[in-house]
């Protein structure tokens, strides 16, 4: 039997056994009397990996962008049936998503989990892949990119990452372009799934009412021994000022759209690095704008702000952004007032009150997280993927520090590392 | 999975008390079941207008910092249209206290502040305050003529404006951004005040409470609430029978929008209505079903492809994304379907696979405290509140000979049609 041990968060009531089955990492997280049971296979692998070694030390292989998304799309055609068709006969629904830096393959269902979690790892790690197909999937995909452009918040946030970034790929959307699309060639698909579809570089994560030791044996069943080279992600950097300082765009809208966004010169990296980074930036946009703050009550009574407004930190191993926008009428004092709010915070720092009821908030949060299968299995995934221990956020609430929050708004709210994107109805 | 507790706690109030010890947090949501009509904007201003204050917690800060000292207690209000009820509610989601660090009763503590939320907004005389009232106003509205920002649920809205036109359906359940910005303010104040008074009430807690604290804070509630004279909404009239009918309207997009919306003849007495259920599940409900296998995986003709059901107004919607030069091959290839299924041509797979999804979902609400609370509001309209597993047992129990007897109470009312410029209207 595998050796595992044993983590358990016991104010929470949840408990994840960890283990390393054949090089695979797995996390169980039993939920007794859960209806519901979510399996979700992780890969460090997304749409920012379009150059990448594919063996360490090899040379540096480009592949067009939105392949990452395309190979998710072609995995889900299965191998004789439809990945879709076969979960949905077993009664369970199934989907998968590519970020910038992962993607994800995940199912739920109410019963016949065993067989579910079999099919997940099968279908993920044996590709059929035949130019054909690949040919087939163009149209649907160009479909699925126009859908999107169709989108306003989705134009307006790439609109802000394609002048934020003039080379770091984070600046196309996971599916890549209509053109970059019609390139792809089933080789392209099958390098990148012999490079990181491996299992050093997968995570496996299971949540629902089993008993883990059983299922962990059975997991063992289905892991076959596999080597052979894991390829190497190429981490870029996009320093110095931005150079597009503003991106404007109309389409049928019924307001106008802003979007603010600062752009850190590099990456944290992964583990605790990136937790603290992550964190120190959530506390303090939350602890500037969130909806008790005094800043937010200030800004929504003068309606510079409404309920469309939202501030996030994005932090990933080799890239971080930060966007604060909305809906506005007045895009111009809608940029001012955000920027000379921040600039004072930078000057005068956050208020105690402010920054220990965020700490409540994102404490309550934390405990909602572990409510359902899925998002219990999502969570210990994303912190997989990112290098870092189960319950590694949660742990870190309490310790969060103010200092730490002031001292990340005055490396990320810098004028040269600005741009504004702006969407106005046509 | 245990039935709700069912349990009259005030004239017109009404308790639904679930114990499921092991969810994380108590979901309490309190509804208010007003008939739909064209003054559906006054009640939809009530929601938003109640987070901006109360007496003690006069402005969003205080209320934020209120619900942030409670670990995050999260507040819901919202109005929507339940056949043609325009159903009010306000929710209060609260970590179990067990969770969380330190000893606070953060339960009871969460349950009066969503009471004071309720019942003492903070007013000036007779009117909400002005400025409050305006920005509250504004925003409804704005949020309204977004609808038009999601493509798919803008053509499903004008799709069923036009099928309904004349009956209480056709009332969008937040109103009209013209009839938001003609409401006024003392008319809202009013329309809380004879809520309060006269609506049906139920109020819904799931999660890890006890019965005592739970019966404690209902009581309240209906001693707040005090004297009432209860007025339950009509019951709807069933529509005529027409020829079906195109609409199409053109904006700016991409793909064009198909909705196709039919009537139901729905059967009474016979709430789970399971071959209607497995009708429309085989029809569009997943990806083994007839719409998307023949029109989006085999002809390639749609984007998307599905199914869904307005249950308690009878309607049955079709949606597709297309292209709008292909709009006659897939109506009649949707149609197609729904004839099919009227034939009795329904192999075993499709029937189990869609056996299965309407078990996995049902099954699955069990894990959702909201789920479980909005379909006890859908199935029950007052009185009777269901869990799923009975129609669960039902769906199990049911065939192709519902199935075809479902498809044959279906009738095409009305093709609607959201192009881009250009083309044929």
């Known amino acids: 039997m595998t050796p595992f041990e044993r983590i358990a968060e016991a104010r929470l ?10 090089n695979l ?29 594919e063996a360490t030390g090899g040379p540096v292989v480009r592949v067009p962008d939105g392949v990452a998304h395309f190979l998710e799309h072609k995995l889900f055609e299965g191998t004789s049936v439809p990945v879709f068709q076969r979960y949905a006969e077993l009664g369970a629904a199934c989907n998968a998503a590519t970020s910038f830096r992962t993607t994800h393959y995940y199912f739920t269902c109410t019963e016949q989990f065993e067989t579910c979690l079999e099919f997940l790892l099968d279908f993920v790690q044996r590709p059929s892949i035949t130019p054909e197909r690949v040919e087939k999937e163009k149209g649907i995909i160009e479909q699925e990119i126009r859908m999107y452009l169709d989108n306003p918040s989705w134009r307006v946030f790439f609109n802000l ?11 196309h959307p996971p599916g890549g372009t209509v053109e970059s699309v019609r390139s ?34 059975r997991i063992e069943g289905w892991v076959g021994a596999q080597n052979g080279a894991v390829g190497e992600a190429i981490p870029v950097s996009e320093e110095g000022e931005v150079a597009t300082r503003e991106a404007v765009d109309r389409m049928a809208v019924s307001r106008a759209r802003v979007l603010l966004g600062f752009r850190a010169d590099r990456g944290p990296g992964i583990g605790e690095p990136l937790l603290h980074e992550e964190l120190s930036g959530g506390f303090a946009l939350e602890s500037l704008f969130g909806r008790s703050s005094e800043i937010h009550q200030d800004l929504y009574k003068r309606g510079v702000i409404d309920d469309s407004f939202s501030a996030s930190a994005t932090v990933e191993s080799d890239f971080a952004f930060t966007v604060l926008g909305g809906e506005t009428n007045e895009p111009e004092r809608f940029r001012e007032e955000i920027l000379a709010t921040l600039e004072r915070a930078k000057r005068e720092g956050i208020r105690a009150e402010d920054f220990e009821r965020v700490r409540r908030r994102h404490i309550g949060a934390a405990v909602r997280r572990f409510q359902s299968s899925e998002s219990t299995a999502m969570g210990h995934m994303r912190e997989a993927l990112r290098g870092l221990p189960p319950f590694a956020h949660v742990r870190a609430l309490e310790g969060a520090r103010r200092e730490d929050s002031e001292a990340w708004l005055r490396r990320s709210v810098r004028e040269g590392r600005l741009a504004v994107s702006i969407l106005h109805p046509s | 999975m245990a039935s709700f507790e069912s349990l009259p706690v005030g004239e017109g109030v009404l308790l639904h008390h679930l114990p499921v010890d092991r969810f994380k947090s108590v979901t309490c949501r309190v509804v208010f079941h007003l008939p739909l009509n ?96 305006e920005q509250e106003r504004e925003n409804l509205a704005r949020v309204v003529e977004g609808l038009l920002d999601d493509r798919i649920a803008y053509a499903t809205e004008r799709c069923l404006a036009r099928m309904c036109e004349g009956e209480p359906y056709e009332n969008y359940p937040y109103g009209t951004p013209e009839t938001i910005r003609a409401a006024r303010n003392e008319s809202v104040v009013a329309r809380h005040r004879s809520l309060l008074r006269s609506a049906p009430t139920e109020m819904f807690v799931v999660g890890p409470a006890g019965r005592g604290e739970v019966e404690e804070a209902a009581g309240a509630l209906a001693r707040a609430l ?69 029109v989006r995986e085999e002809r390639s003709l749609a984007y998307y492809a599905s199914a869904s059901l307005e249950r308690p107004k009878g309607l049955l919607l079709l949606h597709a994304g297309i292209d709008a030069a292909k709009e006659g091959a897939v109506t009649e290839l949707c149609l197609a379907q729904v004839e099919a299924l009227a034939r009795g041509e329904i192999d075993d797979t499709e029937l189990d696979a869609a056996r ?30 269901p869990v799923p597993a009975a129609e669960e047992e039902a769906v199990a129990a049911a065939g192709r000979d519902e199935v075809v007897e479902a498809a044959r109470r279906v009738r095409l009312d009305t093709v609607f049609l959201l192009r881009p410029p250009g083309g044929a209207a």
């Open chain 1, 161 to 171: 990452l394609g002048a934020l970034y003039e080379r770091h790929p984070v600046r």
């Open chain 2, 38 to 133: 064209a003054r559906a904007a006054e009640a939809a201003l009530i929601p938003p207008l109640l987070r901006r204050g109360t007496r003690r917690h006069p402005d969003l800060a205080s209320i934020g910092r209120r619900l942030d000292d409670l670990y995050g207690a999260a507040l819901d209000g919202d109005v929507s249209r339940v056949g043609e009820r325009q159903i009010l509610d306000l929710a209060i989601d609260i970590v179990a206290p067990r969770h969380l660090p330190g000893r606070v009763d953060v339960l009871a503590e969460g349950l009066a502040f969503q009471r004071e939320l309720l019942l003492e907004p903070r007013l000036e005389g007779d009117r909400f305050p002005a400025e409050i009232y």
């Open chain 1, 184 to 217: 792809i060639t089933a080789e392209d698909c099958l390098r990148c799934h012999r490079a990181f579809y491996r299992p050093g570089n997968l995570v496996l994560v299971a949540s629902g009412d089993f008993d883990p030791e059983r299922l962990l044996a």
């Open chain 1, 13 to 22: 009531g949840e408990e994840v056994l960890r283990a390393r089955v054949r």
């Open chain 2, 356 to 385: 299965r999804a309407i078990r996995a979902r049902l099954k699955g609400l069990g894990d959702s405290p909201s789920g479980l609370i909005s379909y006890a509001v859908e199935r029950g309209l007052l009185g009777r509140v």
């Open chain 2, 226 to 294: 005090g004297e009432r004279r209860v007025e339950v909404p009509a019951a709807p009239v069933p529509p005529t029978v027409r020829p079906p009918r195109r609409f199409s309207e053109e904006m700016a997009l991409d793909q064009a929008k198909l909705v196709l919306g039919f009537r139901v003849a729905t059967r009474p007495g016979l709430a789970e209505d399971p071959g209607l259920t497995l009708f429309a599940t085989i029809l569009g409900g997943g990806p083994f079903s007839k719409l998307f296998r023949k």
């Open chain 1, 25 to 53: 990492p797995v996390l169980l997280a039993p939920k007794p009397g859960q209806v519901r049971a979510t399996g979700v296979l992780g890969v460090r692998f997304g749409s920012c990996d379009r150059e990448f070694r």
